[in-house]
T-cell receptor
Framework: GAGVSQSPSNKVTEKGKDVELRCDPI?????LYWYRQSLGQGLEFLIY????????KSGLPSDRFSAERTGGSVSTLTIQRTQQEDSAVYLC?????????????FGPGTRLTVL | QKEVEQNSGPLSVPEGAIASLNCTYS??????FFWYRQYSGKSPELIMF????GDKEDGRFTAQLNKASQYVSLLIRDSQPSDSATYLC???????????FGAGTRLFVKA
C-alpha cells in the first residue's frame, strides 16, 4: 500500500512568512508524529497525535509552531513568522496502535529553507 | 540527562568486521526498543525492534536488550560499505504512547 507522503518536498521562504507543511499518513494508522531534523543532527520530536486524544505538543519549540490533524488522517504543521533557525527537514511518521510495537513509518520529509 | 543516549561517532569499521552500536535510556519502565537506519538525505527506516531481554537476530543484525542495565545494542556482522549510515535508537516510553529517539551514531564501513 501507499506509504506516508509529505508535501511540499522542498519549501523556500522568506524570513517572517508563514508556511504550511502537509502529511498524509498510512491509511488506518491512528498515531502521527512530526519531527524536525537539522543538518547532521538527530530527530527532534515536535508533536504527537493519537486518535481523538489531545495531542502531545511538548516538543513544539515556540508558539510560532502549531499543528492540527483533521478527521484523524491528514495533518498540517504550520510555522508562523518563520526564522532562519527554522530551516531543517521536517519529517512526519505514522504508526498503528493496534499492535504493541509502535513501529513508525516515515515520510520523505519536507526540506524547509528560510532565507 | 537525555532520555535516550547514543555515542554520536563516527564509528569506523573495516569491511567484514562486526559493528557494535550502543544505546542507553533513562525510563526504566520503557517497554519497546527500536533500531532505525538513516542514509544521508533519506528518511529513517526500521531495522529491528525488541521488547524482551536477551538477543534477537535477523540476518546480519542482532539486537540485544538488558532492561536491568537500561541499554540496548545493535550488532552488525560482516559489515558492508552499504551499511554506512546513521543508526538511530528509539525507545517506547512507559505506556507505549510515545517513542523517543536518540541522536544517532554514524557508522562508516571501509572497503
Amino acid at each position: 500500500g501507499a506509504g506516508v507522503s509529505q508535501s511540499p518536498s522542498n519549501k523556500v521562504t522568506e524570513k517572517g512568512k508563514d508556511v504550511e507543511l502537509r502529511c498524509d499518513p498510512i491509511s488506518g494508522h491512528t498515531a502521527l508524529y512530526w519531527y524536525r531534523q537539522s543538518l547532521g543532527q538527530g530527530l527532534e520530536f515536535l508533536i504527537y497525535f493519537q486518535g481523538n486524544s489531545a495531542p502531545d505538543k511538548s516538543g513544539l519549540p515556540s508558539d510560532r509552531f502549531s499543528a492540527e490533524r483533521t478527521g484523524g488522517s491528514v495533518s498540517t504543521l504550520t510555522i508562523q513568522r518563520t526564522q532562519q533557525e527554522d530551516s531543517a527537514v521536517y519529517l512526519c511518521a505514522s504508526s498503528s496502535r493496534l499492535a504493541v510495537m509502535d513501529t513508525q513509518y516515515f515520510g520523505p520529509g519536507t526540506r524547509l529553507t528560510v532565507l | 540527562q537525555k532520555e535516550v543516549e547514543q555515542n554520536s561517532g563516527p564509528l569506523s569499521v573495516p569491511e567484514g568486521a562486526i559493528a557494535s552500536l550502543n544505546c542507553t535510556y533513562s525510563d526504566r519502565g520503557s517497554q519497546s526498543f527500536f533500531w532505525y537506519r538513516q542514509y544521508s538525505g533519506k528518511s529513517p527506516e526500521l531495522i529491528m525492534f525488541i521488547y524482551s531481554n536477551g538477543d534477537k537476530e535477523d540476518g546480519r543484525f542482532t539486537a540485544q536488550l538488558n532492561k536491568a542495565s537500561q541499554y540496548v545494542s545493535l550488532l552488525i556482522r560482516d559489515s558492508q560499505p552499504s551499511d554506512s549510515a546513521t543508526y538511530l535508537c528509539a525507545v517506547g516510553n512507559t505506556g507505549g504512547f510515545k517513542t523517543i529517539f536518540g541522536a544517532g551514531t554514524r557508522l562508516f564501513v571501509k572497503a
